[in-house]
């Protein structure tokens, strides 16, 4: 089959919680276990977001320096990937905060939508200056779309030079806002990515709540990644709660290679997303 599986597991969120989903890493100490144990189970890209001591959202640098040494001293091998989207309502100066540390890798949302009851903002002058400081810091951006018309903009802002191809998408399908994670959602972005002829690109899927784990299976068998995790879905099987983010790693790594198709290390993931 195609090239290896790249699995992200986002691990925390921002708008998931411990009350929701008891065994939600928040601490750097419990990020630092869950992203160890994500690896073991196949994971390779951990998504961060951080939290404050009493679980509030945050994007404090030197909260996100704290989680990634943590990680880091357990599981070195792992590709971090910060989150620049944050949490809803948070300024778009706070979000660029933890680029200035350098991540191998971070998210770059495209377009502004409903989320849920609220809006998510990223107007496009601060999308502009976010890829303009990824690109300064040698950071990797993670094309996050939640619908057609942000995936239109990615090659929008590649014709004007301010993002450079391959891209890396991440189809973040299922948020009550953009577009939902039902099959022909998929076929329909797939195929305008084979419009724009961008082969080398790649693309991974992160279906939220029910969309998870069939959108995962889709995306195994068409040569796409995927994301699973409690930032988008916290349950195992309907009703029933996951017990880890490693949980869900390990039901997507076993289904690929029974499928036939190999998961990628951090060190093959780094060889596909082209990392040094
Ligand atoms: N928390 C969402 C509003 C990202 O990490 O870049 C945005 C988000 C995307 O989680
Ligand atoms: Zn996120």
């Not at 809803?88 to 971070?106: D, Y």
């Not at 973040?172 to 797939?190: A, D, K, T, W």
Request: hydrophobic share 40%; net charge neutral.
């Amino acid at each position: 089959m195609s090239h290896p599986l790249i699995i992200t597991c986002a691990i925390t969120g921002a708008e998931t919680t411990k009350e929701k989903q008891p065994y939600l890493p928040v601490t750097p100490r419990e990020q630092a276990l869950a992203a160890e144990e994500a690896v073991k189970a196949g994971a390779s890209v951990i998504h961060l977001h951080v939290r404050e001591d009493d679980g509030k959202p945050s994007q404090r640098p030197e909260r996100f320096e704290e989680a990634i040494r943590a990680i880091r001293e357990r599981v070195p091998s792992a590709i971090i990937q910060i989150s620049t989207g944050g949490a809803v309502g948070e300024s778009i100066e706070n979000r660029a905060r933890p680029l200035t540390l350098k991540p191998e890798m971070a998210s770059l949302n495209l377009g502004t939508m409903n989320f849920g009851d609220e809006v998510f903002f990223n107007h496009p002058r601060d999308i502009v200056g976010l890829a303009a400081r990824m690109h300064q810091n040698g950071v990797l951006p993670e094309l996050e779309v939640y619908e057609a018309g942000m995936l239109e903009a990615a090659f929008r802002l590649a014709k004007q030079g301010i993002l450079r191809e391959p891209f890396h998408f991440q189809f973040v399908l299922g948020v009550p806002g953009g577009m939902s994670g039902e099959p022909r959602n998929l076929f329909h972005m797939i195929s305008l990515l084979e419009s724009y002829g961008a082969r080398d690109s790649h693309w991974g899927v992160a279906g939220v709540g029910r969309y998870q784990l069939p959108l995962a299976v889709q995306a195994v068998v068409l040569g796409g990644h995927v994301r699973v995790g409690f930032e988008d879905n916290i349950f195992y099987n309907k009703g029933v709660l996951a017990t880890s983010n490693a949980q869900l790693v390990e039901r997507v790594a076993r289904l690929s290679r029974e499928l036939g198709r190999e998961v990628a290390t951090p060190e093959v993931a780094r060889k596909l997303l082209g990392l040094k």
